[in-house]
């Protein structure tokens, strides 16, 4: 399998290094804006050939050219290239794959990733395949929620949580992956799954206390737009009554960014003098985080995935859970990166390999609820990767 990836960040630099050590992958093309990140891993020693090129994904003709002959292209920068590069994969012959969406375009749109699904009948028509969110949430999240959702007779709720820690202590911590998709992720107007439809909620609201595996434990989880809620309640393969995701936060953070948000100083147009140069606000706030790609590793700390699926099983009410701890300092052992990049860049691996071998139902547009569990747990547990089930009496 021939694979491109657009975009070498943090993402992008992981799942090149993931996919030059699967005997399945025979070339990789690493493309970026700034040519010098891309060549800089040609000179690392690997089984898989590298080329490295300098290309603007918003150049329609360069990009096509670029992609022409591989066989699937995966868009690891920002989510808001998802549609373009959806296109000039149709017109290069390619299939392709991303690890999030966005939110709407306009106002009350409708969200950036059913956008994408209406892409379906060109792909089944081109006879290519789009794999849409396949990272580690959204992706293996859904992947969880579909395993335990089968194992009952009736769902009633699904919850995603998603935390993380740079201590050992479990204090929460900041984003790490890129700043600017945090931002509109946690600014972008969230949706739950209810009865039937999905409803919008106050961004950051609905907060509750939820405890992650240890060393983690308790942490305080915010409502936040995401994939799942839009594609759950498509392709559980049951109805399910409510979905909903929700990532922990410092509260500190989220006081500071909803006043900012009211205050109107995070729109893209609110510019302030900094020096001699004018730039937005936003901008000069995102460089107040901390850039995962510039930290000192080993961090310390753990990503956590937990999925929650409450339903009935022969009479009983159940809550079936999916836990994923992973520590920093094992995924930059691994691949000298942070716990989120790597299993996300795990995720999509997972997903490129699955298309592949053919395993996602066929051409057209998919998500990863297409994928049968059984095949997906094969290629985790082959990486030693963990998963903890359990299951409780609900209420």
Do not use: C
Not at 50 to 65: C, H, K, S
Not at 73 to 96: C, S, W
Not at 362 to 367: A, D, E, K, Q
């Amino acid at each position: 399998m021939r694979v491109a990836i657009l975009g070498v960040g943090g993402f992008g630099r992981t799942l090149a290094s993931e996919l030059r050590t699967d005997r399945r992958v025979t070339a990789l093309l690493l493309a970026d804006q700034k040519g010098e990140r891309a060549r800089i891993l040609t000179a690392i020693h690997g089984r898989v050939p590298i080329e490295a090129r300098t290309l603007n994904v918003e150049d329609p003709v360069a990009l096509g050219r670029a992609i022409r002959g591989y066989d699937v292209v995966v868009n690891a920068t920002l989510p808001r290239h998802n549609l373009a590069i959806m296109e000039a994969a149709l017109r290069a012959g390619t299939d392709y794959l991303d690890v999030s969406a966005t939110g709407p375009r306009t106002p009350g749109g409708k969200p950036g990733i059913l956008e994408q699904l209406d892409l379906d009948d060109r792909f089944r028509a081109a006879g290519r395949t789009a794999m849409l969110s396949m990272g580690l949430d959204p992706g293996i999240s859904s992947v969880l929620a579909k395993d335990a959702a089968a194992r009952l007779d009736r769902v009633d709720a699904v919850r995603i949580r998603t935390g993380a820690s740079t201590s050992e202590a479990g204090t929460p911590a900041f984003p790490l992956y890129s700043r600017e998709a945090f931002l509109g992720d946690v600014l972008v107007v969230p949706t739950v799954w209810e009865d039937g439809e999905l409803r919008e909620r106050e961004a950051l609201g609905e907060e509750e206390t939820f405890a992650f595996p240890p060393p983690i434990g308790a942490q305080t989880a915010y409502l936040v737009s995401h994939e799942e809620v839009k594609t759950l309640p498509r392709f559980l393969g049951k109805p399910v009554r409510r979905v909903d995701y929700k990532v922990a936060l410092n509260p500190h953070l989220v006081r500071a960014l909803l006043a900012l948000e009211r205050l109107g100083l995070l729109k893209d147009d609110r510019v302030i003098r900094i020096g001699d140069e004018m730039m937005p606000f936003r901008r000069a706030l995102l460089a107040a985080f901390p850039e995962p790609s510039a930290l000192m590793l080993p961090l310390q700390g753990y990503e956590a995935l937990s999925v929650e699926v409450e339903g009935t099983q022969a009479g009983r009410r159940l809550v079936r859970r999916g836990d994923i701890l992973f520590a920093n300092q094992e995924a930059n052992r691994r691949r000298s990166t942070t716990a989120a990049h790597y299993l996300t860049s795990v995720g999509a691996a997972i997903g490129l390999v699955l298309m592949g071998e053919k395993e996602v139902g066929g051409p057209g547009v998919r998500t990863a609820e297409a994928l049968e569990p059984a095949a997906v747990w094969k290629e985790w547990e082959a990486r030693k990767l963990p998963l903890v089930w359990s299951e409780r009496l609900a209420g």
